[in-house]
């Protein structure tokens, strides 16, 4: 296994300035040869379900017929090559870099942007999921295809991880998505994160981004490990519950737990009241009655 440089200060310094980071061919070809096989297992399984369950998210066109899986959910738990990657130092060691050598997963999703029909996602914030108790919250995000413009990359507003936590409420319910022109915000300030297949990127829980529709001829996968700093606690309102504090201490990928979470002068928005749908983004941005992507 070759061995992984640390990031730069120059790589740091820009991530704590935009808010984001693109490492070109951080990942294996081998491993991602690995996801992909998964990948295709999972679509296998898909096959013949008529709604979606607690393993995959389907898309609105899926049929049994014609199965479209449009997430992975918590790939992580199912897929050892997923479970592996993300204890790796592929992973942890830019994470180190950035947010210190404590760090505790949130969650994992393997977004399917399949040729001509994936869903895109709206713009949001992270954060306003999930508030915690200070912001060294992050997502490292695993390029599984070469993504290009045409493919539906992620998009994010550099910078933007230094303002306030937006409000993603409809007629009071969280609906997980803002809408730019109101917030002041003008597309072509976007940057879109693009890079080879075993790139990865690195975004900041309180940047702004989304992602259109794929309407290429290619496929465009992402898997995301969302993970903090492990001094960062939830505040109420997150999505994730925890059973009790060695559950929430198993979610440790490395360092050391504490029982001192490090409170930060940030803005926090609380997520509540939830939607009745909440099971995915998907489900949850459905509710918007303005939207950026057709």
């Known amino acids: 296994m070759r061995q ?47 709604q979606s369950n607690d393993r995959l998210d389907l898309e609105d066109s899926h049929t049994p017929e014609s199965p479209r899986v449009r997430r992975i959910k918590l790939p992580h738990t199912i897929s050892e090559v997923v479970n592996s990657l993300m204890h790796s130092d592929h992973i942890l060691a830019p994470v180190r870099d950035l947010i210190g050598p404590d760090i505790r997963l949130h969650t994992t999703k393997l977004n399917m942007k399949s040729a001509g029909y994936g869903a895109a996602i709206e713009w949001h914030q992270d954060f306003a999921f999930y508030p915690h108790t200070n912001d060294d919250v992050l997502a490292v995000g695993v390029i599984i295809d070469d993504m290009v413009s045409e493919n539906g990359p992620l998009m994010v507003f550099p910078g933007s991880h230094k303002g306030p936590i937006h409000d993603h409420h409809v007629d009071g319910v969280f ?76 979610r440790l990928l490395c360092g050391r737990p504490t029982l001192e979470p490090r409170l930060a002068p940030i803005p926090v928005r609380i997520p509540q009241p939830q939607p009745g749908n909440n099971r995915s983004i998907y489900e949850i941005q459905s509710q918007l009655k303005k939207r950026a992507f057709s």
């Open 175 to 250: 609906a997980g998505a803002i809408d730019l022109e109101a917030n002041g915000y003008d597309l072509k300030n976007a940057v879109e994160l693009t890079g080879p297949a075993g790139s990865i990127s690195i975004h900041h829980g309180r940047i702004v981004h989304g992602s259109a529709q794929n309407r290429s001829s290619r496929d465009r996968r992402l898997l995301f490990y969302e993970m903090m700093a492990a001094d960062a606690f939830p505040i109420m309102g997150s999505m994730t519950k925890f059973e009790s504090i060695d559950d929430y201490n198993s």
């Open 4 to 50: 992984l440089e640390a990031l730069s200060q120059a790589q740091v310094s820009f991530y704590n300035e935009n808010g984001y980071l693109l490492l070109e061919k951080q990942v294996p070809d081998d491993i991602i040869a690995a996801i992909r096989t998964e990948i295709a297992r999972f679509q296998e399984e898909a096959r013949g379900l008529a």
